[in-house]
């Protein structure tokens, strides 16, 4: 697995358009933009895999970094036969801690958006108000936090993540699964998004 960060240079023999306001776009520039994009789509998987490398620089007090904490969470959730796209959620949903911790689940929600289905996507979205049951009120916030969300259709989803995978992946002993178990899934997963 590349653990470098990932190449943003264009290909030197990539097509190009040559608008300069999409007002002014034709059929034509937007052939070449989708063709372009859906040859490239693996410069996804290897942004996210960079992103979540990046995680194992990020301890911020737990007893292990947090690409462990995402590792982890994603082997007990392959462990207990969850489905692909929550393996790859529980995989991703720290991934945002690479960019801003405060917002992480939404940008982890976001990136998972057009690869996972809705119930998926909405549970990592929320995960830190159901994961509070067991911290929140150590910081003055309200550990029943997830109740506002009952009712949800992915309710039960999210209370499992949160209960079952999430808040007990800090366990520095745990035979955890490394980043080069997950990387087929995530390169498989990121090559084919399920929306525009």
């Not at 590792?71 to 995989?91: I, P």
């Not at 916030?141 to 079952?164: I, K, M, T």
């Not at 990121?190 to 929306?195: A, Q, T, V």
Request: charged share 25%; with cysteine.
């Amino acid at each position: 697995m590349t653990t470098t960060k990932p190449d943003t240079s264009a290909s030197p023999t990539a097509a190009t358009s040559t608008f300069t306001r999409m007002d002014e776009s034709t059929a034509e520039h937007w052939g070449v933009i989708a063709t372009e994009s859906i040859a490239n789509r693996g410069r996804v998987a290897d942004r996210v895999l960079w992103m979540l490398q990046s995680l194992d620089q990020i301890t911020d007090g737990f007893g292990v970094d947090q690409l462990t904490h995402c590792l982890q969470t994603a082997t007990l959730a392959e462990r207990a036969s969850a489905d692909e796209e929550l393996v790859l959620a529980s995989l991703c949903h720290d991934v945002g801690k690479a960019v801003s911790v405060p917002n992480h689940p939404r940008i982890a929600a976001e990136i998972l958006r057009p690869y996972v289905r809705e119930e998926v996507r909405w549970a990592i979205e929320v995960h830190q108000d159901f994961q509070g049951r067991h911290y929140y009120h150590h910081l003055g916030g309200d550990p029943a936090a997830r109740e506002q969300y009952r009712g949800h259709p992915s309710y039960v989803l999210a209370e499992r993540f949160a209960d079952e995978w999430d808040q007990i992946a800090f366990d520095p002993a745990y035979d955890t699964l490394p980043l080069e178990h997950f990387e087929p899934l995530v390169r498989d997963a990121f090559g084919k998004p399920n929306s525009f």
